[in-house]
């Protein structure tokens, strides 16, 4: 019988050439960082960069090199959200078979970041809003600064606050309470509350605050990156299930983890009293 060629499909992604937002990556490959980087306007998305962004989250999944991405803005604030006028103005011209298009694809960024099998590390300065709020949401983990300003502004618009999923997602972070609040007023989350409900990991100064996400970003891509990758599947994939089945799917989900050279190589660094050196298989 033939062997499937897998590693043929898988390729390196430090050279990626972005064309609406910036990208770069570590001297290993490991790390990827997307940059929102239209800071006079705060960051805002447009079709284009909605529809990069997806492209390249469905595609790490098979980065042969990237093993965590930072995703940020410039210029002192994460992102405002959908652009007024690049998306907004021509959104209240379009027919409804384009405005579910529309919808779908942003809709299609988030899935694409849930299913990247990366973990993802957004890190937030100013202001967080929007279609922002959900990328931020969308992401692992979530750094912000004592600056950070979080809303989910779609009220606001006269449009309902379920949007990319975040009638879904806000609930599981902060809680069904807090989440109304929130979707419904459209108002601003402070960083503090932001902190203390979970929505934020940690808050670090401003100037800190890459250099906090590239450590847990580098801990991480340098960890055991098969395991990581299983955890993230799991939290996802568990969320619909019961208790019979989340146990049973742990329990296969650790057999196979128990199959790779990192357990082994945890082990041997154990008994050997090393520190142990994963290789993410």
Known sequence: MAEFPMKDHRRPFKNYQARHFNWSCSEDGRIGTVT??????????????????????????????????????????????????????????????????????????????????????????????????MVALAADFRFGTPASKTAFLFTRVGLAGADMGACGLLPRVIGLGRANDLLMTGRVMSAEEGLAWGFFNALHPADD??????????????????????????????????????????????AICMMTGDFRRAFDAFAAKEKPKFEGN
């Open 36 to 133: 929102l980087n239209r800071p006079n306007k705060k960051n805002p998305l447009t079709f284009d960069s909605y529809a990069e962004l997806r492209d390249l989250f469905r595609d790490l999944n098979y980065a042969n090199d990237v093993r965590s991405v930072v995703i940020t803005g410039e210029g002192g604030n994460f992102c405002s959200g959908g652009d007024v006028f690049e998306i907004i103005k021509p959104l209240t011209e379009m027919s409804m078979p384009e405005l579910l298009e529309f919808t779908r694809m942003t809709g299609d960024l988030v899935k694409a970041m849930r299913r990247a099998p990366q973990p993802i590390l957004a890190a937030i300065d100013g202001f967080c809003a929007g279609a922002g709020a």
């Open 209 to 254: 605050l890459l250099a906090k996400a590239h450590g847990l970003a580098r801990s991480l891509a340098d960890g055991p990156w098969f395991a990581h990758t299983m955890t993230k599947t799991m939290v996802n994939q568990e969320w619909a299930m019961g208790i019979e089945e989340m146990i049973e799917s742990e329990a296969q989900a650790q």
